[in-house]
C-alpha cells in the first residue's frame, strides 16, 4: 500500500510538471479566445485569468490582453491582487451517516442509509479542480465502522494556480464512492406468469409458490412481499380468435371448464407478505389461449413497472420475474392488428387489474422497456424454457441488471431460479446516471474485486461480488463553457437495483466577482455606453470599441478606416497586424505572452528584431518598434558589433599585427595574404629561415650574395656560446651555398642580445640523409637577428666515387648469382636423396619374386586340336 501510494504521489508530480510545461509550448487559448470582457474570459479554460488593474493595456492593446494565464499576467506586471481567478467549491446538503447497528438490532426501512452524502452542490468553473468523495455502504451485520464524510480539496498547485492536475478545458470533478452489499434487505417479488395453454402444467406447481418462496428467501430477507400478474396477448385478431365460441374458450372443448376468456394483462395480487393469499389466488386461475407463438409479454412487463401504486411497489429491491415459454411481440408488432398508436408507457389498469389500452397502443419497443425498468429501478427475470432461452439471453444482454434462469417444463424449479437469479443480479453492481445537459459528461472508472481495475462501458459496473465485500468506483464528472446558460442544473447518480441516490446540484461560475461591483453607464465607458467592470469597458448593445465609443453601424466607414492608414494612398490597415476599430487600430495578441504588437498603427513590436546566436538582438539590447537598442560597447543591427579591441592585439601587442583593421572585435587585415585572428598568418611569404639565410651567411660564413655590405644590409650581433646551452622555441633551418655546401642555422625570438655557438668544424655527409637529420638536432652558431637568436654550422658533402660504386655493384650480382646457384643444387640433392629413399623401402617391402610377379607373361603359347584323337 505504501508503494502504491508513493507511486501516485510520482505521477502527480510528473503529471503536473509536464503540464506546466506543455501550457507554455502549446496554444495560449486564453489570447485565442478574444475574450471581451471577465466573465468570457474565466469561460475559456480553467488556466485563465484576468486583469483588473487599469493600466494594465498599453496602447493599441486590447481589452482581450487582460485575459491570460496567471504566470503570463504576472510578469508582464498585473499586481496578484488585481487577477480575478475564481476556483470552485463543495458544500454537502445533506450527508446523514451510513446506518450502523449492533447484532440482532432491526432497523426500520426508512431510517437505512446506504450511501452518503444524499446530496452534494458543486460550484464549477471550466476545468475547476474540485473533488468530492462519496461512500456507499450496505452492511452484513450491522457493526459500527468508519464513515468517509465528503471532503472538498483543491487539486491546483498554489492560490493563483493555472495548472491544474488536468490541464484541458472541462477538467474532470472526481467522485468516489464505496459500495458493500447489504443483508436482510427488504425484497419484493412479482411473478408475471403467462397463461397460455401451453404453460398449463406450469399453473399446477405455482399453487403453493407464495409459502414455500418466503420459506426459502427467509435466510436472505425477513422481509419479503410477492404479488401476481399473468398475461395472454392482445384481444383483436390475428393474434386471438375473436369468433364467439373462441371468445368464450379459446382453449377447446377438453377444457371448457379449465379456460377463460382470452386478456392482455392482468394483475392477479399487488404485493403482499401474505403467502397464503397468493397460493389461494393462484390456485383460482384458470389458463386461456391465443393464436400466435409470440405472447403479449412487453404490455404486461410495461403495466407491471408503470403502475407502481396499482402493484403496491417499495422502495427497496424490486424483481420482476417473467415466466414464460414462448417469444414476445414489440413495437410494430400492433400493425398487424391495425393499431399503430406508439405505447405511451402509462398506466392503464382499471380496477379489476386489466389492462384497458392492449388494442389502442402497440407494444412498447425494448429501448422503451429498459428505460421504464432503470426508471423504476426493477430488475427483471427472465424463467423461460429452454428452446426460447437464448432469445430472452439476447434481450437480457440489452437490460441492464437483469437475469434469464432455464425453466423446467412444469416450472417446478422456479424457486431455486428465482434465489440464483437474485445473487447473480445483486453480485453485480451497476452505476447509472439521469440525463445532463450539453456540456457535462461523465466517466467511470471501477477498482473491483480482486484488484480488477476497468474503465469506460466497463468501469460503470463490478460483478462477483459477495456480502462483506467492498468495491470502489472513480466518476469524473467533466464539464465545459457554461452549461444550460449559467442556470443550476441537478445530476442523479444511482445503482441499479437500490433505493437510494445521490443528488448533485450543479453550480456554474460564469462571471466573475467583481462582475457584482460594476459601474453601470460608466462615464470612462464613452458617455455611458458601457459598464465598467474588472477593470474595463463591457459595452452595450449595439457599441463597441475599447472604451464603447463607436458604434457597430459606423464600423465599416471609410472615413474611418482611413485614420487606421499610414497614408492616402495605402491599402493596407492596421499594417495588417491589427483591426481597425472606431478609427484607432486595435494590435492582434501573440500567443507568446512576451511579445507584443503596438504603435499607432500596429506597426512596431518587440520580436522581429534581428538575430544574434539565436536571440534577439544577440542578447546585448532589446528590440523597440523593430529595431534593437543595444547596451554599452555594443552596436549593429543585431548588437553584434563589440568595440572592444582586446580580441585584435596580437602577439606582439600591436592591433591586428598592424596588417588590419579592428572592427566588431574581429581583424580585417589589409593584405589578402595575412590570415588569422590577428593577421600575424601568412603561408604565402617567405618564412623566417629564407628571409634571414642570406645574412646567417655573410656574418658566419662571410660569404654569399650579401658578403660586399653585409655590415650595412644586415644588422646582426653575433657571439659565440656553449654547445650545450639551451634555446626555447628555437626553429631549424637549412640552407645551400654558392659552393653548394648544407649549412644548418636555429633562431628562437628573444629581447636580448644574439647569441653564436662554437663551431664544432666540418664533416663529410656520406650518407647525406642520415646527416641531415643528425645535424638538425645539432646548433653550432647562433646569430642575432634583431630581437631573433640564431645557430649555424656547415657541413659539405664530397662528390661520390663512380668506380666504386660500379665495381661494388658488379660484384653484388655475382655474389648474388652464385649465392642462388648454390642454393637450387642443395634443394635439388636434397630432393633426390629422399625420392631414392623412398624407392628402397617401397622394394623392401615387396612379398614377390620375380616368379611371382602378377604381372609376368610366359612367352610360349600351347594351342590344342580338337580333331586329335591321339593316335
Known amino acids: 500500500m505504501k508503494n502504491r501510494w508513493l507511486l501516485l504521489l510520482a505521477a502527480f508530480l510528473i503529471s503536473s510538471a509536464v503540464l506546466a510545461g506543455n501550457q507554455q509550448e502549446s496554444q495560449n487559448e486564453c489570447l485565442e479566445g478574444n475574450a471581451k470582457w471577465c466573465g468570457d474570459c474565466i469561460r475559456k479554460s480553467a488556466s485563465c485569468g484576468w486583469c483588473m488593474s487599469p493600466n494594465f493595456t498599453g496602447k493599441g492593446e486590447a481589452n482581450s490582453a487582460r485575459c491570460n494565464y496567471v504566470s503570463n499576467l504576472l510578469e508582464r506586471g498585473c499586481p496578484k491582487d488585481k487577477i480575478e481567478n475564481p476556483r470552485g467549491s463543495t458544500t454537502v446538503e445533506k450527508g446523514d451517516k451510513?446506518?450502523?447497528?449492533?447484532?440482532?438490532?432491526?432497523?426500520?426501512?426508512?431510517?437505512?442509509v446506504q450511501i452518503s452524502p444524499q446530496a452534494v452542490r458543486l460550484k464549477l468553473r471550466s476545468g475547476t479542480c474540485i473533488n468530492f468523495q462519496m461512500d456507499f455502504q450496505i452492511t452484513r451485520s450491522w457493526e459500527v465502522f468508519s464513515v468517509i464524510l465528503p471532503v472538498a480539496s483543491g487539486c491546483c498547485l498554489g492560490a493563483f494556480c493555472e495548472t491544474c492536475l488536468y490541464s484541458n478545458?472541462?477538467?474532470?470533478?472526481?467522485?468516489?464512492?464505496?459500495?458493500?452489499?447489504?443483508?436482510?434487505?427488504?425484497?419484493?417479488?412479482?411473478?408475471?406468469?403467462?397463461?397460455?395453454?401451453?404453460?398449463?402444467?406450469?399453473?399446477q406447481n405455482l399453487k403453493h409458490l407464495g409459502t414455500e418462496l418466503q420459506k426459502s428467501m427467509k435466510n436472505i430477507t425477513s422481509d419479503l412481499q410477492i404479488g401476481f400478474g399473468s398475461f395472454v396477448d392482445k384481444t383483436v385478431m390475428p393474434y386471438i380468435s375473436t369468433t364467439p365460441k373462441k371468445l368464450k374458450n379459446p382453449c377447446g372443448s377438453p377444457f371448457e371448464n379449465d379456460c377463460t376468456s382470452p386478456f392482455s394483462y392482468r394483475n392477479v395480487l399487488p404485493l403482499t407478505n401474505n403467502g397464503s393469499k397468493f397460493n389461494e389466488l393462484v390456485r383460482s386461475l384458470k389458463i386461456s389461449g391465443n393464436l400466435d407463438s409470440p405472447e403479449g409479454g412487453f404490455d404486461a412487463i410495461m403495466q407491471a413497472v408503470v403502475c407502481e401504486d396499482k402493484i403496491k411497489w417499495r422502495n427497496v429491491t424490486r424483481l420482476l420475474v417473467f415466466s414464460t415459454d414462448a417469444g414476445f411481440h414489440f413495437a410494430g408488432d400492433g400493425k398487424l392488428g391495425g393499431i399503430v398508436l406508439p405505447n405511451d408507457g402509462h398506466c392503464h389498469l382499471n380496477n379489476e387489474g386489466f389492462y384497458t389500452k392492449s388494442d389502442y397502443f402497440d407494444y412498447p419497443s425494448v429501448a422503451h422497456l429498459i428505460q421504464k425498468l432503470s426508471e423504476k429501478n426493477i430488475q427483471p427475470i427472465f424463467a423461460v424454457t429452454r428452446e426460447i432461452k437464448y432469445v430472452y439471453e439476447a434481450l437480457s444482454d440489452l437490460i441492464p441488471k437483469s437475469a434469464v434462469g432455464e425453466l423446467s417444463s412444469n416450472s417446478s424449479n422456479v424457486i431455486q431460479l428465482i434465489k440464483s437469479a437474485y445473487h447473480a443480479l445483486t453480485s453485480e453492481v451497476i452505476l447509472e446516471h439521469s440525463k445532463v445537459p450539453d456540456g457535462i459528461t461523465l466517466h467511470y472508472k471501477s477498482y473491483c474485486k480482486g484488484g480488477d481495475v476497468h474503465t469506460g462501458d466497463d468501469g460503470r459496473k463490478c460483478s462477483n461480488i459477495q456480502i462483506g465485500d467492498e468495491v470502489k468506483f472513480e466518476i469524473e464528472v467533466t464539464t465545459s463553457d457554461c452549461p444550460n446558460k449559467g442556470k443550476e442544473v441537478s445530476l442523479v447518480i444511482k445503482p441499479l437495483g437500490f433505493n437510494e441516490k445521490v443528488v448533485v446540484n450543479l453550480e456554474f461560475i460564469c462571471e466573475c466577482d467583481c462582475h457584482k461591483h460594476g459601474e453601470q453607464n460608466s462615464l470612462d465607458c464613452h458617455h455611458g455606453n458601457g459598464t465598467l467592470e474588472c477593470g474595463a469597458c463591457r459595452c452595450h448593445s449595439g457599441r463597441i470599441g475599447r472604451n464603447c465609443e463607436c458604434s457597430s453601424d459606423e464600423v465599416n466607414s471609410d472615413d474611418i478606416e482611413a485614420s487606421c492608414k499610414r497614408d492616402n494612398t495605402s491599402t493596407v490597415v492596421c499594417s495588417n497586424r491589427g483591426d481597425c476599430v472606431c478609427g484607432e487600430c486595435v494590435c492582434y495578441q501573440r500567443e507568446e505572452s512576451k511579445e507584443v504588437v503596438s504603435g499607432k498603427l500596429c506597426e512596431c513590436d518587440n520580436f522581429s528584431c534581428d538575430r544574434h546566436g539565436g536571440e534577439i538582438c544577440g542578447g546585448k539590447g532589446t528590440c523597440e518598434c523593430s529595431k534593437c537598442v543595444c547596451i554599452a560597447n555594443y552596436t549593429g543591427s543585431a548588437c553584434d558589433c563589440s568595440l572592444n579591441t582586446a580580441t585584435c592585439l596580437a602577439a606582439n601587442n600591436k592591433t591586428c599585427n598592424n596588417k588590419g583593421v579592428c572592427k566588431c572585435g574581429v581583424c580585417h587585415c589589409n593584405d589578402s595574404k595575412y590570415q588569422g585572428q590577428t593577421c600575424e598568418v601568412c603561408p604565402t611569404c617567405p618564412g623566417a629561415c629564407e628571409e634571414h639565410k642570406d645574412c646567417v651567411q655573410c656574418k658566419q660564413f662571410q660569404t654569399g650574395p650579401k658578403a660586399k655590405d653585409c655590415d650595412q644590409v644586415c644588422l646582426l650581433k653575433v657571439e659565440q656560446v656553449d654547445f650545450h646551452e639551451q634555446f626555447q622555441g628555437q626553429q631549424k633551418c637549412k640552407a645551400k651555398d654558392e659552393n653548394n655546401c648544407w649549412f644548418f642555422f636555429t633562431f628562437n625570438k628573444d629581447d636580448g642580445t644574439v647569441k653564436v655557438l662554437k663551431e664544432p668544424g666540418t664533416s663529410t655527409i656520406r650518407y647525406p640523409i642520415f646527416y641531415l637529420f643528425l645535424?638538425?638536432?645539432?646548433?653550432?652558431?647562433?646569430?642575432?637577428?634583431?630581437?631573433?637568436?640564431?645557430?649555424?654550422?656547415?657541413?659539405?658533402?664530397?662528390?661520390?666515387?663512380?668506380?666504386?660504386?660500379?665495381?661494388?655493384?658488379?660484384?653484388?650480382?655475382?655474389?648474388?648469382?652464385?649465392?642462388?646457384?648454390?642454393?637450387?643444387?642443395?634443394?635439388?640433392?636434397?630432393?633426390?636423396?629422399?625420392?631414392?629413399?623412398?624407392?628402397?623401402?617401397?622394394?623392401?617391402?615387396?612379398?614377390?619374386?620375380?616368379?611371382?610377379?602378377?604381372?609376368?607373361?610366359?612367352?610360349?603359347?600351347?594351342?590344342?586340336?580338337?580333331?586329335?584323337?591321339?593316335?
Not at 652558431?781 to 658533402?797: D, K, M, Q, S
Open 169 to 203: 478545458i472541462g477538467e474532470p470533478q472526481k467522485i468516489n464512492l464505496t459500495f458493500r452489499r447489504a443483508e436482510d434487505y427488504p425484497i419484493d417479488v412479482y411473478y408475471l406468469l403467462d397463461l397460455s395453454y401451453s404453460m398449463n402444467d406450469d399453473l
Open 98 to 112: 451510513l446506518s450502523s447497528r449492533k447484532t440482532g438490532e432491526k432497523f426500520q426501512l426508512k431510517n437505512i
Open 775 to 871: 645535424f638538425l638536432a645539432l646548433c653550432v652558431l647562433v646569430v642575432r637577428i634583431g630581437n631573433t637568436l640564431c645557430c649555424a654550422a656547415t657541413e659539405c658533402p664530397t662528390e661520390p666515387n663512380v668506380l666504386a660504386i660500379i665495381a661494388g655493384v658488379v660484384i653484388g650480382i655475382v655474389f648474388i648469382g652464385l649465392a642462388l646457384l648454390i642454393i637450387w643444387k642443395l634443394l635439388m640433392t636434397i630432393h633426390d636423396r629422399r625420392e631414392f629413399a623412398k624407392f628402397e623401402k617401397e622394394r623392401t617391402n615387396a612379398k614377390w619374386d620375380s616368379a611371382d610377379n602378377p604381372i609376368y607373361k610366359s612367352a610360349v603359347t600351347t594351342v590344342v586340336n580338337p580333331k586329335y584323337e591321339g593316335k
